[in-house]
């Protein structure tokens, strides 16, 4: 069935960019976008962190900040969802325009800021869907003024962690001035160390899994010290990666040289070797999140053979429409069948041995 998020999905991207994604997210609220009957395959189910995913394909951080359509994009076929990032405070983030298409590219570039309702707000939007099924991860971001990073972070467990699905720490987003440094050796171990304890507190029975959301820009000595800080400090996950301030050659759109974070198409390989990076320096035993230029079954099946759990999406929805999950679901299936698996868990990571 061709959904109204792809029939619009055309005239959507005649809009400024910002102006269509809150159409869309308008559209879900409403119930205006039918829900789509996504076939669950067992080959493509994945038991993690206690949780069971029907499918590795999630909703990636940034669509749905405020947790306003968590059940609605679960609803077009998504296996999991990803709300935020959610900072304490409520903050309006930077000053518009902050999200450009680059069609030709497949690309997106953005410097939202951590635009959000805060995480009172978010809140009240877990507890309203109260103990539906599906998975929710939820992202923490910090506020913009904090200087002590770790104290935002463990009010966003506070406030959050009894309702998510899984809990992610994001120090990777471009466009909070410091936030990446956060990704260093010892602060990274303060703040995980910190982080951990404080949910730890907050949830000490049935505790949703800790992941940190890692850049893509990252040295090799970057790599090597997260995988110690991750290995050592409780983190049960990883996310690989967000968008990256590159800009790799061969980019055509016009708005290419705006500043802010690249997502789509040019981050995959970038994001991808990251991904591999960490999966070998981890000796593959934390589980990643692979996201980052996912478009199509190819690309997803190439992040989880890199060492990839689970993957996300969110550029590649702007310009194919929610469509593609099920597209990526079945093409992924096929792509096991072909190859003579029965499972996703016998692929991960098979690119490394
Ligand atoms: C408009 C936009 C906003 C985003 N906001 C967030 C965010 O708030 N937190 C976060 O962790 N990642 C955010 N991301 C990054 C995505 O979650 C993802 O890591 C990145 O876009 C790479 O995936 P993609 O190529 O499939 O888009 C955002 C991405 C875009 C395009």
């Given at each position: 069935?061709?959904?109204?998020?792809?029939?619009?999905?055309p005239?959507l991207?005649?809009?400024?960019?910002?102006?269509?994604?809150?159409?869309a997210?308008?559209?879900?609220?409403?119930?205006?976008?039918?829900?789509?009957h996504v076939?669950r395959?067992?080959?493509?189910?994945?038991?993690?962190?206690?949780?069971d995913f029907p499918?590795?394909?999630?909703?990636a951080a940034?669509?749905?900040?405020d947790?306003?359509?968590p059940d609605?994009?679960?609803?077009?076929?998504?296996?999991?969802?990803?709300?935020?990032s959610?900072?304490?405070l409520?903050?309006?983030?930077?000053?518009?325009?902050r999200?450009?298409?680059?069609?030709?590219?497949?690309?997106?570039i953005?410097?939202?800021?951590f635009?959000?309702?805060g995480?009172?707000?978010?809140r009240?939007?877990l507890?309203?869907?109260?103990?539906?099924?599906?998975?929710v991860?939820v992202?923490?971001?910090k506020?913009?003024?904090?200087?002590?990073?770790?104290s935002?972070?463990a009010?966003?467990?506070?406030l959050?962690?009894p309702?998510a699905?899984y809990i992610?720490?994001?120090?990777?987003s471009p466009?909070t001035p410091?936030?990446?440094?956060?990704?260093?050796?010892?602060?990274?171990?303060?703040?995980?160390?910190?982080?951990?304890?404080?949910?730890d507190e907050?949830?000490?029975?049935?505790t949703?899994?800790?992941?940190?959301?890692i850049?893509?820009?990252?040295?090799?000595?970057?790599?090597?010290?997260?995988?110690?800080?991750?290995?050592s400090c409780?983190?049960?996950?990883?996310?690989?990666t967000?968008?990256?301030?590159?800009?790799p050659?061969?980019?055509?759109?016009?708005e290419r040289t705006q500043t802010?974070g690249?997502s789509?198409?040019p981050?995959?390989?970038?994001?991808?070797r990251v991904?591999?990076?960490?999966?070998?320096?981890c000796d593959?035993?934390i589980p990643?999140?692979?996201?980052g230029?996912i478009?199509?079954?190819?690309?997803?099946?190439?992040?989880?053979?890199a060492g990839?759990?689970?993957v996300q999406?969110?550029s590649?929805?702007?310009?194919?429409?929610t469509?593609?999950?099920?597209?990526?679901v079945?093409?992924l299936?096929e792509?096991l069948?072909?190859?003579?698996?029965s499972s996703?868990?016998?692929v991960?990571g098979?690119?490394?041995?």
């Open positions: 069935m061709t959904g109204i998020y792809n029939l619009i999905g005239a991207r005649c809009l400024d960019p910002e102006m269509a994604h809150g159409l997210l308008r559209a879900l609220r409403c119930g205006i976008v039918p829900a789509r076939p395959d067992p080959m493509l189910a994945v038991r993690l962190w206690g949780l499918n590795p394909v999630g909703l940034g669509f749905d900040k947790a306003d359509v609605a994009m679960l609803g077009q076929g998504f296996g999991f969802v990803e709300v935020g959610i900072t304490p409520p903050q309006p983030g930077n000053a518009r325009p999200l450009f298409r680059l069609p030709g590219d497949g690309a997106i953005n410097r939202m800021g635009n959000n309702k995480a009172e707000a978010a009240r939007q507890v309203k869907r109260g103990g539906r099924p599906g998975i991860g992202n923490l971001g506020n913009k003024e904090t200087q002590d990073a770790a935002d972070y009010k966003g467990i506070k959050l962690a309702y699905s992610v720490v994001n120090v990777s466009n410091g936030l990446r440094t956060l990704q260093g050796r010892e602060p990274l171990q303060v703040l995980m160390r910190t982080v951990r304890s404080a949910l907050v949830v000490p029975t049935n949703p899994p800790l992941l940190l959301k850049a893509p820009d990252l040295s090799d000595e970057d790599k090597t010290d997260i995988a110690e800080v991750i290995l409780g983190v049960d996950g990883l996310i690989a967000n968008t990256t301030i590159d800009r050659e061969g980019l055509t759109g016009h802010g690249l789509g198409k981050v995959f390989d970038l994001s991808t991904l591999a990076d960490m999966y070998r320096l593959g035993k990643i999140i692979g996201v230029g478009y199509d079954a190819e690309t997803a099946y190439a992040k989880i053979r990839a759990t689970l999406l969110y590649a929805l702007v310009y194919q429409g469509g593609l999950v099920e597209q990526i079945r093409g299936a792509r069948r072909a190859d003579g698996f996703i868990s016998e991960v098979i690119d490394h041995r």
